[in-house]
């Protein structure tokens, strides 16, 4: 097997091994593969027979995001499936028992030793019932529950004292995600506040304590002479003290640029801070929290606008690490496939939106003042993919649908130009791929884009519920989408509020992706101004269930 290896943020939560670590940290810093990943190991390794709990948000995530990328790394580290462990099936005979085995091991990966490791998706009711856990891993923290985890997940925590008391890892807790952009979702960043600096320094100082004096065992035993029986007492204490430490340690990170700052440089901190919005600074290089902007754009979206919806008699059927071709609109609840979809898009030389929804005769609030858009799913293609990979992309994913209608909403904006696709209008190319994909197209035109002080107020008012919609967003199907829509700003110019684009053209950098800019909103806006000003009540009002 080839060396593996950590970076210095992985070691550090590693080495420190808190009883409740919580680490806060963007894309690609390995926080699955190199840091959930050894937790997990060490847990099920050291304390054999024992019950775990890996806490997702949504089902569809862990399915697609947590488990897949457990295994990954854990076959990158020689444990193979079916000797090492198994998952969503009775272990062999051959495997360890577990101190208490679960009813049923659909949602469970069994260890060779006989520990378990149960996948609790709190849009799945009744995930955490009656289950004894000694620790609990929960990723992608900024879209858990905190409320349903405190009622129904962290007292499970309680794990099997008479076995593993002497662990100081027993009933540890990580948790895992970047920063929230809610304060719904901030509910782990007050675990800041909990941790002692002084212990975790003392902490380390004893890790290199123990290796200082291990190395000076090896010198003597390399020099093949007698280990004093002192060395051997101060090991012990020092593996006493550390694990006394450890078991009521808190160790909270953020990392952010400024940790990489004697790599980075201050002249690169300078220059984001020139080139990037102050909100992308805030969150993308100094790890702050935000929220949704109570002054932005979308001012009137709450947390109670976003929604769970995932189809679990369908995602039962995939397995743990199922093809990604099979992960489309059947795993959601919350499309109707006998109804058209609604569309609105945006096009742009650098990036090109579809954002998809179906308005519904449901009463979305309960005076009855708005029926739902639900806004099922969003697409965009970024550079060299233009609007026919856009289309696509889209007839791909909802090619179990069975109503092949798209209403296409359009403004002036689609005629007469393209810069992103041919030769000919943005309009032409958009009916004709779906004509190609073999969609019918029902084609609505809006007429000159809406102003943005009259648009602002539209949809502000209907998210208050003042209008004859309420829109309503797929969490796991809009991860971008929410974010650009919550953190969208506003200046007051001449002629009222304007929605400020001005991020729009500069480059993409890793601080500062296009899908979180202003372009998927304005996608956002045409389906919303099209449904609810232009509605194909022939086509799209329908019933549904199961949104949650």
């Not at 069994?110 to 996948?119: D, H, K, L, M, Q």
């Not at 309960?366 to 739902?372: D, E, F, L, T, V």
């Given at each position: 097997m080839a060396d593996i290896y950590f970076n210095k943020p992985q070691l550090l939560t590693q080495l420190i091994g808190a009883q409740t670590t919580v680490i806060v940290a963007g894309r690609r810093t390995g926080k699955t593969d190199s840091i959930a990943s050894p937790f997990v190991l060490r847990n099920v390794q050291r304390m054999a027979g024992s019950t775990g709990g890996i806490v997702v948000p949504t089902f569809k995530h862990g399915l697609t995001n947590t488990i897949p990328g457990l295994l990954a790394a854990w076959k990158r580290?020689?444990?193979?499936?079916?000797?090492?462990?198994?998952?969503?099936?009775?272990?062999?005979?051959?495997?360890?028992?577990?101190?208490?085995?679960?009813?049923?091991?659909?949602?469970?990966?069994?260890?060779?030793?006989?520990?378990?490791?149960?996948?609790?998706?709190?849009?799945?009711?009744?995930?955490?019932?009656?289950?004894?856990?000694?620790?609990?891993?929960?990723?992608?923290?900024?879209?858990?529950?905190?409320?349903?985890?405190?009622?129904?997940?962290?007292?499970?925590?309680?794990?099997?004292?008479?076995?593993?008391?002497?662990?100081?890892?027993?009933?540890?807790?990580?948790?895992?995600?970047?920063?929230?952009?809610?304060?719904?979702?901030?509910?782990?960043?007050?675990?800041?506040?909990?941790?002692?600096?002084?212990?975790?320094?003392?902490?380390?100082?004893?890790?290199?304590?123990?290796?200082?004096?291990?190395?000076?065992?090896?010198?003597?035993?390399?020099?093949?002479?007698?280990?004093?029986?002192?060395?051997?007492?101060?090991?012990?204490?020092?593996?006493?003290?550390?694990?006394?430490?450890?078991?009521?340690?808190?160790?909270?990170?953020?990392y952010s640029s400024i940790e990489n700052l004697q790599l980075l440089g201050e002249n690169y901190i300078r220059q984001m801070k020139r080139d990037l919005t102050p909100l992308t600074f805030r969150t993308s290089i100094l790890c702050q929290p935000v929220g949704i902007s109570k002054d932005g754009f979308y001012s009137s979206m709450r947390e109670g606008h976003k929604y769970n919806a995932s189809d679990f008699e369908y995602l039962d059927t995939l397995g743990w690490n199922p093809d990604p071709s099979a992960l489309d609109s059947r795993a959601d609840k919350d499309i109707n496939p006998d109804a058209p979809i609604c569309?609105?898009?945006?096009?742009?030389?650098?990036?090109?939106?579809?954002?998809?929804?179906?308005?519904?005769?449901?009463?979305?609030?309960?005076?009855?003042?708005?029926?739902?858009?639900?806004?099922?799913k969003s697409f965009y293609t970024k550079f060299e993919e233009k609007i026919p990979a856009l289309i696509r992309n889209f007839c791909t994913y909802y090619k179990h649908h069975r109503n092949k209608t798209v209403v296409y909403y359009y403004d002036t904006t689609a005629l007469g130009s393209n810069y992103a696709v041919n030769e000919q209008d943005f309009h032409w190319v958009v009916c004709n791929e779906f004509d190609r994909h073999g969609w019918r197209v029902i084609d609505v035109y809006l007429g000159n884009p809406m102003k943005h002080d009259e648009k602002y107020l539209l949809i502000n008012q209907a998210f208050a519920g003042k209008q004859s919609l309420m829109p309503f967003f797929n969490r796991q199907n809009n991860d971008d989408l929410i974010l650009a829509i919550q953190t969208a700003g506003v200046y007051n110019g001449r002629n009222g509020f304007h929605k400020d684009k001005g991020g729009e053209k500069n480059p993409e950098t890793e601080e500062d992706l296009l899908e979180h800019r202003t372009d998927g909103t304005d996608a956002f806006d045409t389906l919303f101004i099209g449904c609810e000003k232009f509605p194909q009540d022939e086509f799209t009002q329908f019933n549904f269930s199961g949104v949650s």
């Open positions: 580290w020689g444990f193979k499936e079916g000797i090492h462990y198994v998952v969503g099936k009775k272990p062999p005979k051959s495997f360890g028992k577990a101190i208490i085995e679960p009813a049923e091991y659909e949602h469970v990966i069994s260890f060779y030793n006989g520990s378990r490791a149960i996948i609790i998706s709190q849009d799945r009711p009744g995930s955490s019932n009656s289950l004894t856990l000694s620790w609990l891993l929960i990723d992608e923290a900024k879209f858990i529950d905190y409320e349903k985890l405190k009622d129904e997940t962290l007292p499970a925590n309680g794990g099997i004292k008479t076995y593993f008391g002497k662990h100081s890892f027993n009933h540890s807790i990580m948790i895992l995600s970047d920063m929230p952009t809610t304060k719904k979702g901030s509910w782990f960043l007050q675990y800041k506040s909990k941790m002692n600096n002084e212990l975790i320094e003392t902490i380390k100082a004893t890790i290199y304590e123990i290796w200082r004096t291990k190395q000076r065992v090896r010198e003597l035993r390399k020099k093949q002479q007698q280990v004093p029986d002192y060395l051997k007492t101060r090991l012990r204490t020092l593996d006493r003290h550390l694990n006394q430490m450890r078991s009521v340690a808190v160790y909270y990170k953020e569309v609105g898009m945006d096009y742009n030389a650098n990036i090109n939106w579809i954002v998809a929804g179906q308005p519904t005769a449901q009463k979305a609030t309960p005076n009855g003042s708005a029926h739902r858009l639900n806004v099922v």
